[in-house]
T-cell receptor
């Protein structure tokens, strides 16, 4: 158990809908990362937050947004969903900025299926 | 921006034989390199990392990796493969930014 909790584990929805994925980082970790894993594109970095502030942005679509709350949990919002958004979404956490040598700790992922 | 490449989608080895999963990297500064393993329907698990120092890094489950600066490589190795090592392996890199970039992954199959 990595200590990172993601909910829901599975989610099935329709095109055009909006969903929210939630992540609770390991106790004490200030950084939260979101990744998308799809069959044909591997593990894509979406966005990173550190102590409530956005720190790095990857290949995140404009239809997607995220935030990190004062209690350090994070939410990834996906809107106007398309079939191609079906994927496994991972959250990871680490102690935080300046600890570049540190590994990330991953949750078990949220599997999103868009029908 | 930093990146890693895993040139092999699939690696097949027989149980008991040595295994190598290849990774090359591209960074503008000093690299921090990582290997992760993913079992079916699970999150990624950390195996080992290179930060500085000895080019041969030892990690979990008997895995090790060799950092080669001149070849910009960080190959994952194990002297004797087990069937239970069958999984998806990811190489990852940081070079000064907070974000970590992953390779496309290599599926390792160890046959009895």
């Amino acid at each position: 158990d990595s200590g990172v909790t993601q909910t829901p584990k599975h989610l099935i929805t329709a095109t055009g809908q909006r969903v929210t994925l939630r992540c609770s980082p390991r106790s004490g970790d200030l950084s939260v990362y979101w990744y998308q894993q799809s069959l044909d594109q591997g593990l894509q970095f979406l966005i990173q937050y550190y102590n409530g502030e956005e720190r790095a942005k990857g290949n995140i679509l404009e239809r997607f947004s995220a935030q990190q709350f004062p209690d350090l949990h994070s939410e990834l919002n996906l809107s106007s969903l398309e079939l191609g958004d079906s994927a496994l979404y991972f959250c990871a956490s680490s102690p935080g900025q300046g600890r570049l040598s540190g590994e990330l700790f991953f949750g078990e992922g949220s599997r999103l299926t868009v029908l | 921006a930093q990146s890693v490449a895993q040139p092999e989608d699939q690696v097949n080895v027989a149980e008991g034989n040595p295994l190598t999963v290849k990774c090359t990297y591209s960074v503008s500064g000093n690299p921090y390199l990582f290997w992760y393993v993913q079992y079916p329907n699970r999150g990624l698990q950390f195996l080992l990392k290179y930060i500085t120092g000895d080019n041969l890094v030892k990690g979990s489950y008997g895995f090790e990796a060799e950092f080669n600066k001149s070849q910009t490589s960080f190959h994952l190795k194990k002297p004797s493969a087990l069937v239970s090592d069958s999984a998806l392996y990811f190489c990852a890199v940081r070079d000064g930014g907070d974000d970590m970039r992953f390779g496309a992954g290599t599926r390792l199959t160890v046959k009895p």
